[in-house]
């Protein structure tokens, strides 16, 4: 008999069918066992009687540990006082692999002990609605942009040179030369905007900060479109289409790992657009309005975010920061020069930037002396400059981080838990 999902067990209701999978809980009397079986799919009440199964294997199943993989043939049957829910009538049991002391117990746990067996904690059922919700995110992401026409253009690893400044790269040896990991893949992104109209990469990026707060990762996954002829309006509709578009995804298809999370969902259902704008004059002055010790010029961290996200209901774009804070690529504005067309969209309720981005400079000598101005070595950028030197045209694109999107869509307190495996200042294992 081919075994089922749990996720499938609702289309079988009347049937017998094979289950394999975990044993995540158990609760016994003395003639019946009620098993707990999760799959990956889902989790199944399997209930084992004495009377159905005989002394043997009723014996059996009293001895299950935690964690202990099973192979169940049962009836499926409708719950008696839960509508729309299923258990299956044990009739037939193997125990495929045993499972002693399992660390992961239902007390709790400290962080650091459960991020030292992450390996183990992803089981958890917090756990998996958190990445069934990443991979919702990670899949609305690529239909968006495929459904736009643009092109994945995969950017390397491995980069001669730096993207975002030289002070949070991580370096390497390359066959005797230095290479390091990539920032970003933007620049990569450029050339393919001029190849293709519409490009994007999605991958990782690395950051050698060394930071311990809740929104940074050593190691995180973004998605950088960039897009030919598009000025920063464009940009601007660009990102804010995205993320309406990713958090309907998410509501219409995993609202039920939201609700395992006890997300409140009202402030995603306010996710729509237009999204409020301000400039980075407007966002000082509304800090100086809270009494925040900010003056123009300031960056913003995790404190301002969080100030000026609570004044709106959904995400708010802050645009035209000034130049002297942004990256040598950024072009700045002809009506005000010390302001680049750049902007960020903070997610609110406190969640900080989620996208970042902006136009691009086009033209080659301002590019050369912006290179210039930031100390980088021109050989290094040479192969960007052609795309000035042949067929410049204005461009623009931006990148969203998945792992502070998901935390924000989760309703996360920390980014650790929005991917499988992170890799934080003081943490490389597992």
Partial sequence: MTPVTVAQLTQHVGQRVTLQGWLYNMRSSKKVHFLELRDGSGTVQCIVGLEDVGPELFELAGTLTQESSLELVGEVKAHPKRAGVVEVAVSALTLLGGSKDYPISPKEHGTDFLMDHRHLWLRSSRQHAILRVRHAIIQAVRAFFDQRDFTLIDAPIFTPSACEGTSTLFETDYHDDKAYLTQSGQLYMEAAAAAFGKAYCFGPTFRAEKSKTRRHLAEFWMVEPEVAFMDLEGDMQLAEALLCHVVAHVLETRRPELE???????????????????????????????????????????????????????????????????????????????????????????????????????????????????????????????????????????????ERTVSWICGLSHVRETIPFPRLLNRLSP
């Fill in 260 to 402: 395992r999370l006890e997300r409140e969902l009202a402030p995603l259902e306010r996710v729509k657009a237009p999204f409020p704008r301000i400039s980075y004059r407007e966002a000082i002055e509304l800090l100086q309005r809270e009494g925040h010790p900010a003056s123009f010029g300031d960056d913003f961290g995790g404190d301002e975010e969080t100030v000026i996200s609570k004044h709106f209901d959904r995400p708010v774009i802050v645009h035209r920061y000034p130049a002297a804070m942004k990256a040598f690529y950024m072009k700045r504005d002809p009506a005000a020069p010390e302001l680049a067309l750049c902007m960020d969209v903070l997610g609110p309720e406190g969640y900080g930037e989620i996208i970042g981005g902006g136009q691009r400079e086009d033209a080659l000598d301002t590019l050369l002396a912006s290179i210039d101005h930031h100390q980088l070595p021109r050989e290094a950028f040479e192969w960007y400059l052609d795309l000035r030197r042949y067929g410049s045209f204005p461009h623009a694109g931006f990148g969203l981080g998945i």
